[in-house]
């Protein structure tokens, strides 16, 4: 109970303080909180897995590909099919693009700005919130990420709940979680 507090209370320190880089192309990272009929979420994906690059956005089509990215992030319901049983409902999403240029660089990274950039990775992180009328119905989400976002191929995911922690690797053959008895006792 305590663990699902400290990621619910504090959804976006954990992304803050990871080193960008440390992602492997096609593998989204996706951290999943259920308590007291609320849902919590927060996800990094790396850039190539949703937009196809990992620059901070230069041209005009950039910047239109990176902000279409974000709306469609900033719309969970559409990445994430939950059982519509439960009466689950979006309290809170929100989306951005992180590159290598808008974080502060490492003390102890010696090479110059220009080859971090070139060398550098960038994710989109995003975090979600959602409240649902009957936890005991939900058995399932259902990952149309991978329907939405083509060069994704697996979210590594992390859950926690009442019935305690665990992990799960959902890939784009078999993009669908079961959570049947694990959302609550
Ligand atoms: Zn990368």
């Known amino acids: 109970m305590a663990l699902v507090l400290a990621i619910a209370a504090s959804p976006v320190m954990g992304q803050e303080h990871r080193q960008l880089g440390a992602?492997?192309?096609?593998v989204g990272k996706l951290n999943i909180a259920f308590d007291s009929g609320q849902i919590f979420m927060e996800m990094s994906a790396p850039g190539a897995d949703i937009v196809?690059?990992?620059?901070?956005?230069?041209s005009a089509r950039d910047r239109a590909t990176v902000n279409d990215a974000v709306a469609r992030l900033a719309q969970p319901l559409d990445l994430f099919a939950l059982s519509?049983?439960?009466?689950?409902?979006?309290?809170?999403?929100?989306?951005?693009?992180?590159?290598?240029?808008n974080k502060e660089h490492d003390?102890?990274?010696?090479?110059?700005?220009?080859?971090?950039?070139?060398?550098?990775?960038?994710?989109?992180?995003?975090?979600?919130s959602f409240t649902c009328s009957d936890f005991t119905a939900f058995d399932q989400i259902v990952f149309t990420y991978f329907t939405v976002f083509?060069?994704?191929?697996?979210?590594?995911?992390?859950?926690?709940?009442e019935k305690g922690a665990w992990h799960a690797e959902i890939s784009r053959e078999a993009p669908v979680l079961d959570l049947r008895g694990r959302t609550q006792r």
């Open 107 to 128: 003390s102890h990274d010696v090479t110059g700005e220009k080859e971090i950039s070139a060398a550098g990775h960038a994710e989109f992180h995003a975090e979600y």
């Open 52 to 58: 196809g690059f990992e620059h901070a956005p230069e």
């Open 150 to 161: 083509p060069k994704a191929r697996e979210l590594d995911i992390q859950l926690i709940s």
């Open 84 to 101: 519509e049983d439960a009466g689950c409902s979006v309290a809170q999403a929100k989306a951005r693009f992180v590159t290598k240029e």
């Open 23 to 26: 992602h492997e192309h096609g």
